[in-house]
C-alpha cells in the first residue's frame, strides 16, 4: 500500500476526483451571462441537462425571467423550479424526448432580439433530443440508430448521421431562435471537444451533408428504411442543416465548459497528492475497445518507472455479435486487458464518468493482479466472457463492477492503469 490506502481504493478515489471535476454545480455558474432585457428561454438535452439547469436556476437572478425545458435520461433527473425537466430514453430515441425537442423548437420560434436562448448541452443530447424530420418515423431512426451502435461505428459516424434525420441537431436549435442571441454551454462528450459533435451540435453550424450521412450507412451496411433513404437521397436545399458562414450563427456562441482534459488533469493531481506519480496518456483514446486493451498492456510491460498511474480518456467501441451477453466499452476493455496482462502487478480501472457502462446498470469495474485467479477458483473462463461480450457477467459474478449510480455530467471514459503498487 501507498499512502495508507490499498490500490481499489485509490482508483476508486481518482474516479470521484474526476467527475467532481465536470459538476455542473462548479463548473457552470461562472459562465452564466448577465440576464437581457426581454426574457431568457433555457432548452437543452443530455446526461448532465438536470444538473446544469439546476445550476442554472441557483445562480440565477430572482427578479429576471426564466424558464425553459431541458430533456436527460431515465433516472438523471433533478427537482427544478423554473425550468422543466424531462427524462427520456438514451441510446436509442423515444416519444418522450421527440415530443420534448418538438417542444423546445416551437419555444425557440417564440424568441426576439431582446430575448436570450441560454442552450445547455452534454453528451447523450443527440438521442434524447431525437425529433425525427419530416418523412422519417421514430421507428425508422430508432432502427438505424441501433444498426450503427451494433456495427461498432464511431460517435462521429453515427451523429454525421443523427444531425440530418432529426430537426434540432446540427445547428438546427440555432436557426429557429428567430435571431435572438444564442449562448450554448456545452459538457464534452467527444474527442477534440469540437461543439459540432456534442449531442450532434443543435447550435453549431454543420459541416456534412446527407451525402455523408447516406456514405456512412452504406460503409456500416446498415440497410435503409424507406423514410431515410428517401431524405438522404433528396437534393432539396431544404433537407440540408445549416452551414458555417450561415446567417443563423451571426448572434449564437458554442462555449465548451468542461471536458475530458480538465478531468483526467484532476485525477493525475488526485494520485500525485497520494505520492504516486502520474501521466495523463490522452484524452483522445479511441478504436477497439480490446485492441485498446492490447496496446495499454504493452505500454505496461514497457514502462520501467514503478510506482505510475497511466491515464487516459476517450472513447473505445465494442462491434457486437448476434448473440451476445451484456457488458459495455469499460468493462469490454477491461477484460481484455486482464486477459492481456495474465498475473501482472498491476491494477486498472475503466467507467464512464455518466456513471452508466453503455446500458448497464455500472460505471465500469476493477481489475487487479489476481483477477484471473479468482476468477479460476470460481469456474469463470474469462476468454469465453470475452468472445460472449459478457464482461458485466464476468466482473458481476467477482463482486468487481463500479456501481456509481447516474453522475449527472459526462466527459466520456475515465481509465487508469496503476503500476507498481501492492
Request: with cysteine; glycine share 10%.
Amino acid at each position: 500500500m501507498i499512502a495508507g490506502m490499498n490500490p481499489r481504493d485509490l482508483l476508486l478515489g481518482s474516479f470521484r476526483a474526476a467527475v467532481a471535476a465536470a459538476d455542473p454545480a462548479i463548473i457552470l455558474p461562472p459562465h452564466l451571462p448577465a440576464p437581457p432585457r426581454g426574457r431568457t428561454l433555457v432548452v437543452g438535452g443530455g446526461k448532465a441537462a438536470a444538473s446544469m439547469a439546476a445550476a442554472v436556476e441557483a445562480h440565477w437572478p430572482a427578479d429576471a425571467p426564466l424558464a425553459g425545458l431541458v430533456v436527460t435520461r431515465y433516472r438523471h433527473g433533478l427537482p427544478t423550479r423554473r425550468i422543466e425537466v424531462v427524462e427520456a430514453s438514451h441510446p436509442l430515441p423515444d416519444g418522450r424526448g421527440e415530443e420534448a425537442a418538438l417542444r423546445m423548437l416551437a419555444l425557440a420560434s417564440q424568441l426576439g432580439p431582446d430575448d436570450l436562448l441560454l442552450a445547455l448541452i452534454s453528451g447523450g443530447g443527440s438521442s434524447l433530443l431525437a425529433a425525427p424530420v419530416e418523412g422519417v418515423t421514430l421507428k425508422e431512426l430508432r432502427q438505424v440508430t441501433k444498426a450503427l451502435l451494433k456495427a461498432g461505428a464511431t460517435i462521429h459516424d453515427i451523429n454525421t448521421v443523427r444531425k440530418h434525420l432529426t430537426r434540432l441537431s446540427g445547428g438546427r436549435l440555432a436557426q429557429a431562435a428567430n435571431g435572438a442571441p444564442t449562448l450554448a454551454l456545452i459538457i464534452s462528450d467527444v474527442v477534440g471537444d469540437d461543439p459540432t459533435h456534442i449531442a450532434s451540435g443543435p447550435c453549431a453550424p454543420d459541416p456534412t451533408t446527407c451525402a455523408d450521412a447516406l456514405e456512412r450507412l452504406q460503409r456500416f451496411g446498415i440497410a435503409l428504411p424507406a423514410g431515410v433513404r428517401r431524405h438522404l437521397e433528396q437534393s432539396a436545399p431544404e433537407a440540408e442543416t445549416p452551414k458555417p458562414g450561415a446567417p443563423c450563427f451571426a448572434h449564437t456562441e458554442n462555449r465548451v465548459i468542461a471536458s475530458a482534459r480538465a478531468s483526467l488533469q484532476a485525477a493525475c493531481l488526485y494520485f500525485e497528492q497520494h505520492g504516486i506519480p502520474a501521466l495523463v496518456l490522452s484524452d483522445s483514446v479511441s478504436g477497439d475497445a480490446q485492441a485498446v486493451a492490447k496496446q495499454h498492456a504493452a505500454l505496461a510491460r514497457a514502462v520501467s518507472s514503478r510506482p505510475l498511474a497511466l491515464i487516459s480518456g476517450g472513447e473505445t467501441t465494442v462491434t457486437l455479435r448476434p448473440q451476445h451477453g451484456r457488458g459495455g466499452r469499460n468493462t469490454e476493455f477491461l477484460l481484455a486487458l486482464a486477459l492481456e496482462l495474465k498475473d501482472a502487478p498491476a491494477w486498472a480501472i475503466a467507467c464512464d464518468t455518466d456513471g452508466i457502462d453503455g446500458s448497464e446498470d455500472n460505471a465500469g469495474a476493477l481489475i487487479g493482479p489476481d483477477t484471473l485467479l479468482r476468477a479460476c477458483r470460481r469456474n469463470l473462463d474469462a476468454a469465453g466472457f470475452l468472445a460472449a461480450h459478457d464482461s458485466h457477467g464476468f466482473f458481476a459474478a467477482l463482486d468487481d463492477l463500479v456501481v456509481s449510480g447516474p453522475t449527472r455530467t459526462n466527459v466520456n471514459d475515465y481509465r487508469v492503469l496503476l503500476l507498481g503498487v501492492a
